[in-house]
Each structure stands twice: as structure tokens, then as C-alpha cells.
């Protein structure tokens, strides 16, 4: 049953609570997998994954299929974040690129900006972006915020940049310069 694996199929096994995003056993599998048990565990890296005839799924892609009928072309973004956050609402169908897009800060950025970070060489703040895989350089700034600035505005004009339109970056200048105040005709998810 797992190659190929079908809504039909997934229905008969498995029953997706759109408001938990978990899924419960609907047949009895192996000793941990009985009906109305929670099905599948979390892997190391956050995400959970179910076991369906010998073959791990994750979860959340299991729960696109549940739902749409149908695989994900490309990826699955988290729009929280958070990886095993499965709820209907909260996961959502993307590209790679837009899937990046949407990615935490990294806990060695220093700047708490995204995209920013600080050139130890020159002193200065350093702003890129990559878009389509493509790494972009934007400038040399003396502050974070120059830099961060620097970032938003290639953002807000790239319409390839529209999948989590500068909610992190917009909400770390926020921080800083409490009176920013982004255009009203911004995109949202």
C-alpha cells in the first residue's frame, strides 16, 4: 500500500484532526499501533513522521495528502515555524524557495535581523538575501538597522519574496526603531 499511497488508503488507516494536526490509528497495525492511537513519533530533527507498511511519511505531508487528495509538488511550510505544528491552518503547499523563506533565525546571527550580519573584518554590517538559490550581496552598513533596511527594501520590491513577506525582518526592526512603519499595501499570509 505505501507505493502509491492514495487518499483512499491513508483514509482507511488513518483518521487527521485538522485542529490537533495529529492522526489516530483506524485498524490495528503492531502493538504501539492499535486503534485509536495516536499515530507516528517525533524524529530528532522536530518533525514527526508515521510509519504506513513499512515506509516513514511525514506527518505533515501525510496530512496534505488526508486533506487535498493529493502529494505536495514541492514542499511543506510550517507557517509558525514550527515543525511538528501539523494543524490544517497552520502548514500550507510551497516552493522551495518560498519554504526558505520562512525559516527561523539563525542562533549564530548576532545582528537579530535576518540576513544581517556583522563583518568582524571592516567593523560594518553586511545585508544579503538569497532568492532562488541565488545569494545576493546588498551592502556594507555601519549599523544593523542600515543593513536590515537595506534588506527590507529589496524584499518589499521583489515580487519573488511574497510567501512570508518580511514578518521576522519587519518585527526585528519593529524592535528596534519602535516607529517603523512598513507600507500599507504589503502581502501577508
Known amino acids: 500500500m505505501s ?5 483512499e ?10 485542529e490537533s494536526g495529529r492522526f489516530t490509528w483506524l485498524v490495528d497495525k503492531c502493538y504501539n499501533a492499535q486503534i485509536g492511537a495516536t499515530a507516528g513519533c517525533e524524529r530528532k530533527d522536530g518533525y514527526r513522521q508515521i510509519m504506513i507498511d513499512g515506509k516513514a511519511y511525514l506527518e505533515h505531508r501525510l496530512a496534505f495528502l488526508y486533506v487535498n487528495g493529493y502529494f505536495p509538488e514541492h514542499d511543506i511550510d510550517h507557517k509558525s515555524g514550527v515543525r511538528d505544528d501539523n494543524r490544517w491552518g497552520k502548514i500550507r503547499g510551497a516552493s522551495r524557495s518560498c ?5 527561523k533565525i539563525r ?8 540576513g544581517v550580519s556583522l563583518d568582524k573584518r571592516t567593523n560594518k554590517w553586511i545585508a544579503q538575501i538569497t532568492i532562488n538559490g541565488n545569494n545576493m550581496y546588498l551592502g556594507a552598513y555601519k549599523t ?6 537595506a534588506r527590507f527594501t529589496v524584499e518589499d520590491q521583489c515580487h519573488m519574496w511574497s510567501c512570508n513577506y518580511q514578518s521576522k525582518l519587519v518585527s526585528a526592526i519593529k524592535e528596534v526603531w519602535k516607529e517603523f512603519s ?8
Open 3 to 7: 507505493k502509491g499511497l492514495t487518499q
Open 9 to 18: 488508503n491513508l483514509r482507511a488507516l488513518l483518521k487527521y484532526n485538522k
Open 99 to 103: 519554504n526558505a523563506q520562512n525559516t
Open 107 to 114: 542562533s549564530t546571527n548576532k545582528s537579530g535581523f535576518p
Open 144 to 149: 544593523g538597522l542600515e543593513a536590515a533596511l
Open 182 to 189: 512598513p507600507p500599507s499595501n504589503r502581502r501577508s499570509i
